[in-house]
């Protein structure tokens, strides 16, 4: 395929999801539909849409319409020669833009349009992450990076490095945890590697992994209370001599982490809702709860449109909810850890400042925010102790 029929391509799959499409469906879909398109041409298109996503607002303002095709103008609205020989009409290449067609284009955007923030939620944003909030936004328009975490039970982070190097990945130390990686070239072959399919290396962003190395790692029982894939559990028992479990309310989420485990020459025991009371106590548990996910949007950009003042409530009951069912499963004296990708406060240390005041007995032992400025995504952890 052609540039310009790469663009034509993002634009009729930015179309679907406009119209109320999952990205992930629609670049899905698409591919199907066109079996000629080769990876580097799927990867290209999926770059153009994911960039147009986290750039929505500006994109549209700069491209004249909230459609595939404003948004793709608005793309290479700081590039004109470039702008026009991808629009070019020829073979594949979308139309020509037409005269009138951007020439109402402010010289200035209003401040939430230029960050591509939506307009309920910049108050909440600018109050909880004060004057990083500019630059911090800044950041979420533009691509994340790909972080490895080094299981540390079986290979060292300069050995895992070497092992990847040598299978033509680059990869350098990132100073947010001791076990993590930033893939510089090649991440596309990281899912092939040896390095990765023999378990010494996990797809995990070095936020993630750091909230992870904040945790105490004590030799008795953990709990993974909100699981998923089964990342952090998985980092928790390559790290600790105790025996891990992980729980997921939707069990199904977890389907792939006993293949993940033993991959990594880890045990991790699966527990199901109604198996819960029977294994507690424990003597950690942590929480990665649902959230806005905005500290990830550059991931997940489609979420920050997504995400309404309705269904904020309803993440911020869910977590309430979820804090008081894993305390009553941590052991005299033992911790419990809260953790979001969120940036704002409602999701974050309201949460905590709620449950102590609701919940005798527990002190904040720290709570600590990452934000994209610290080098991952945003994240939050906070950790409480149970009196004896």
Known sequence: MTPGARVAAAIEVLDQILTGAPAEKALTT???????????????????????????????????AQTGRGLMIGAFHDDPDARAALFSGEGYAPAPIAPGEVDAIPDELPLAVALDCPDWLMPRLQASLGADFAPVMTMLQKRASVFLRVNQARISRDDAQAALAAEGIAAQPHPLSKNALEVTENARKIKQSKTYLDGLVELQDAASQAVVDLLPAPGGRVLDFCAGGGGKALAMAARTRGA?????????????LPARAARAGAEVSLLRPEELGKAAPFDLVYCDVPCSGSGAWRRSPEGKWLLSEARLSELCATQAEILRRASALVAPGGA???MTCSLLDDENITQID???????????????RLTPMDGGDGFFVSLLRRGS
């Open 30 to 64: 698409w591919a199907r539909q066109h079996r000629f398109a080769g990876s580097k041409d799927r990867a290209a298109i999926r770059d153009h849409v994911f960039g147009a996503l986290r750039c929505r607002r500006s994109f549209a303002a700069r491209g004249g």
């Open 354 to 368: 709620r449950f102590v005041r609701e919940c005798s007995g527990w002190e904040v032992v720290f709570s600590r």
């Open 336 to 338: 419990l850890a809260y």
């Open 244 to 256: 891990v479990f992980a729980h997921d309310a939707a069990p199904g989420r977890m389907a792939d």
